[in-house]
């Protein structure tokens, strides 16, 4: 381990060195392109450094810009893996053959600048990755509270709520199917997960509106399911609920009336055959009603 720890320095030294000329040289470094990849969160993502190599490649370290230095990540030299730090050691995986790293479970915080050199005759060629990282949010949780305006106007007055979780990078609530005329924000919220650094996004809104209307809100890429506010005025659900009393109660009658008037037939006259007489008996009797 020593070894390689003196190895790792040795590189480190030259490396240095090399860079110092290299940054010398060229100059205007900054100007490079920057290729961009994108990752998902908690996924993998394949670093591949480019290159124009003909003859075998001695050295590649890719390492990483972080508060204005940088720390070498993952390489290799002469074949030789080359001493990780413990963050990146069970993460990262190079391939020699393709010039390429694999990062393993990417969180928010492996989000920046790479870089990449490959060493061809002791010269290096650099290049640079800037890795952005994504999460899906979470399905929109929409809610609605809608009720007549207090000053007694036309339509209704909603308060609708969206809200969502896990996503990256930070987000804003789109609502569809709203006239932004007639809406006013009320509450407003975005905050970062402390470990994870993902975000939750929850907006209130209060909606003025006359007419039945299907809306949904989306965050990043999620989109809620549709509701409806401001439904045609059906009857209130307590007349409907009073109608319906009022029905049963009815139809009880009528069915005690016929109950009563058939089974007092039998009573009296017991004989068979009678029942003709019982019906028509019975008929009378509610035409009289
Ligand atoms: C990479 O992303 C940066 C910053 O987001 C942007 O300025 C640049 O144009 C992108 N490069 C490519 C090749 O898309
Ligand atoms: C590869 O070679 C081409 C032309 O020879 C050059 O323009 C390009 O910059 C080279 N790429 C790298 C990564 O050195
Ligand atoms: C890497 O994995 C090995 C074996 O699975 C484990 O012993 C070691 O502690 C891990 N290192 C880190 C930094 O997680
Ligand atoms: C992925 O990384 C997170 C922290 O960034 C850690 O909590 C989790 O255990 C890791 N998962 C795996 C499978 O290594
Ligand atoms: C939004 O509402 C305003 C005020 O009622 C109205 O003038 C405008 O035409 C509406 N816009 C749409 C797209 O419905
Ligand atoms: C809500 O807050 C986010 C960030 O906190 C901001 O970008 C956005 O413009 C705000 N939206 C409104 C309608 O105020
Ligand atoms: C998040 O971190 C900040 C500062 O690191 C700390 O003040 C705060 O209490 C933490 N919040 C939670 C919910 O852990
Ligand atoms: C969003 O904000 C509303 C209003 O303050 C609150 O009632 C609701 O619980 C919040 N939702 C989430 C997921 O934080
Ligand atoms: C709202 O959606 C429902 C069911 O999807 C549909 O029957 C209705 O016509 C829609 N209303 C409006 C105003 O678009």
């Not at 190895?7 to 490079?32: I, K, M, N, R």
């Not at 990755?129 to 305006?149: F, G, Q």
């Amino acid at each position: 381990m020593s070894l390689h720890l003196r190895c790792l320095y040795t590189h480190s030294l030259a490396l240095v060195v090399t860079l110092l000329l290299f940054t010398a040289t060229s100059g205007d470094g900054d100007g490079d392109a920057v290729e961009n990849i994108t990752a998902v969160l908690g996924h993998s993502i394949t670093f591949r450094c480019p290159s124009n190599r003909s003859t075998p490649v001695e050295r590649l370290y890719i390492q990483r810009f972080k508060n204005d230095k940088e720390d070498f990540i993952n390489g290799f030299y002469r074949g030789q893996p080359l001493p990780v730090l413990p963050e990146y050691q069970n993460r990262t995986k190079v391939n020699e053959m393709e010039l390429s790293m694999e990062m393993r479970n990417i969180s928010v915080s492996d989000e920046g600048l790479y870089k990449c050199l490959v060493f061809i005759n002791n010269k290096p060629e650099i290049s640079k990755i800037l890795l952005k990282v994504t999460a899906e949010y979470s399905v929109p949780t929409i809610t609605k509270d809608c009720n007549k305006p207090g000053d007694g106007g036309a339509g209704k007055s909603c308060q609708l709520s969206c809200s969502a979780v896990g996503g990256y990078p930070q987000s804003t609530v789109r609502w569809t199917g709203l006239n932004q005329s007639l809406t006013n924000v009320i509450y407003n919220r975005s905050s970062a997960d402390n470990e994870s650094k993902t975000w939750t996004i929850n907006q209130t809104i209060v909606h003025n509106c006359n007419q039945p209307t299907n809306i949904s809100c989306a965050v990043g890429g999620s989109v809620s399911h549709t509701i409806t506010i401001c439904e045609t005025e059906s009857f209130p659900f307590v007349v409907i609920v009073a109608i319906a009393v009022v029905l049963v109660f009815v139809l009880l009658l009528v069915f005690v009336v016929v109950m009563k008037c058939c089974f007092r037939g039998p009573q009296r006259d017991d004989g068979a055959g009678e029942t003709g007489v019982r019906f028509i008996d019975c008929r009378s009797q509610l035409q009289h009603v």
